[in-house]
Structures are given as C-alpha cells and as structure tokens.
C-alpha cells in the first residue's frame, strides 16, 4: 500500500527529516520518502493506513496536509 501525502509548510531539509522521521514510527510504516520540492511524503506500508490519522501526525508538527493520495 502506498500514500501520498502532499504537505505544505516545509520549508528547509530540516522540517523533511522531521516529517520522515516521525512518520517512520507509525506502527505498519514500511518505508517513508519526503520530498521537500515535490512538497509530498511517500508512505509505503503493510495494510492500509488510516489517512486521518497520517493527517493528525502532519498537522502537530506544525505542517498543513492538502491532500492524500492512495494508490
């Protein structure tokens, strides 16, 4: 299962270690990739992932969540 998460809000490699490293510790999370110009975190896990909670993770960072993508 793969998510998309397109977030706004980063703004230095900083802030994409911090959402990469906090989303690798979501329980399922296989493999996560942030990419600070593409804006976008790639989640790949097990079984699919509740998009409201990857949401929540996001948006305590202090980032806001546009949209997330399943495929």
Same mark, same amino acid.
């Not at 706004?8 to 399922?28: F, I, P, W, Y």
């Not at 989640?43 to 929540?56: F, Q, W």
């Given at each position: 299962? %793969?998510?998309?998460?397109?977030? #706004? =809000?980063?703004?230095?490699?900083?802030? #994409?270690?911090? &959402?990469?490293?906090?989303?690798?510790? &979501? #329980?399922?999370?296989?493999?996560? %990739?942030?990419?600070? %110009?593409? %804006?976008?975190?790639?989640? &790949?896990?097990?079984?699919?992932?509740?998009?409201?909670?990857?949401? #929540?993770?996001?948006?305590?960072?202090?980032? =806001? &969540?546009?949209?997330?993508?399943?495929?």
């Amino acid at each position: 299962m %793969k998510q998309i998460i397109k977030i #706004e =809000g980063m703004r230095c490699k900083h802030c #994409e270690q911090r &959402v990469e490293e906090t989303l690798k510790q &979501v #329980e399922n999370v296989n493999k996560v %990739k942030v990419n600070l %110009k593409k %804006k976008e975190a790639i989640v &790949v896990s097990k079984i699919p992932l509740d998009s409201t909670m990857l949401k #929540e993770i996001v948006t305590k960072l202090g980032y =806001g &969540v546009t949209e997330i993508i399943e495929k």
